[in-house]
């Protein structure tokens, strides 16, 4: 059957990044890109905000789009070292991560902190990529399902479109373990995240929901292959050009 969806391949950079590495990744991801030529699906690098700027500039001209990995949710203002979605935006982003499991655990973040920071990026022309997904407890309690439906509850804007909205899957337990759920697990959390869009917003069957959490060159066909994925967030792979090219090379066209 083919693609309803078209697949977004996100490279999440975390803390990592200096000026001249840095810009040589992503023009390694640009170049790769105009080799292959793939119209049929859209890579995203999102850098540390420090080079937001200047990986937009280093890209442009090419297809590849960048992200900010987080942002606030206010404007601007009093609040030391915090990035607006403006300023992202301002800098050449087109998209934002928000709720990353990690910002989750080392802020504090509530499914509330996210909601507002996913509004932020709407007020300022941003998608938000808003990030959910159980720990190793709550998947061994059996509580999945609910853990991902409460998350979507509470961190998904009211409004949501399919254009403004994309949700990544992200079992807690997964991130930088090299450990991954299997095909079917995966499958099934996201016919059950998009079951639970469908409360929010009546484009859920159209919204692009990612799986993220070890995602590499040598197991992302299977896992890009599976039901209801439309494409991935991927960490530590994300840091070399050819493996992330590798896995957006992954995706099944058509
Ligand atoms: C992430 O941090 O979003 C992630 C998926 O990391 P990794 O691919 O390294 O597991």
Redesign the pocket.
């Known amino acids: 059957m083919a693609r309803t969806r078209r697949p977004l391949i996100a490279g999440?950079w975390?803390m990592n990044g200096l000026g001249a590495d840095a810009l040589a990744l992503a023009k390694g991801v640009a170049d790769g890109l105009g080799k292959a030529a793939w119209n049929d699906r859209d890579l995203l690098v999102c850098p540390p905000a420090t080079l937001v700027m200047a990986v937009a500039q280093a890209v442009r001209g090419s297809a590849v789009l960048v992200g900010g990995q987080d942002c606030h949710a206010k404007p601007s203002g009093a609040h030391t070292g915090d990035i607006a979605a403006e300023m992202l935006r301002d800098s050449g982003a087109a998209f934002v991560i928000v709720g990353?499991?990690?910002r989750r655990t080392d802020h504090g973040e509530t499914d509330a902190a996210v909601r507002a920071k996913a509004e932020a990026a709407w007020r300022a022309g941003l998608v938000p990529i808003v990030?959910i997904g159980e720990t190793l407890a709550e998947r061994e309690a059996g509580r999945t399902f609910a853990v991902l439906a409460g998350q979507i509850k509470g961190s998904v804007p009211a409004g949501a479109t399919a254009a403004k909205l994309v949700v990544?899957y992200?079992p807690v337990w997964?991130?930088?373990?090299g450990k991954t759920p299997t095909v079917a697990e995966v499958a099934n959390a996201h016919a059950h995240i998009r079951k639970e869009l469908g409360g929010v917003t009546a484009e859920a069957p159209q919204v692009r929901l990612l799986y993220?959490?070890?995602?590499k060159g040598d197991n992302a066909a299977e896992l890009l292959a599976a039901g209801d994925v439309d494409g991935a967030?991927?960490?530590?792979?994300?840091l070399k050009a050819d493996e992330f090219l590798a896995i957006a090379k992954a995706v099944q066209r058509g």
Do not use: F, P, R, Y
Request: charged share 15%; aromatic share 0%.
């Open positions: 999440n975390k990353h499991s990690e990030c990544a992200e997964a991130i930088g373990t993220g959490g070890s995602v967030l991927v960490g530590g792979a994300s």
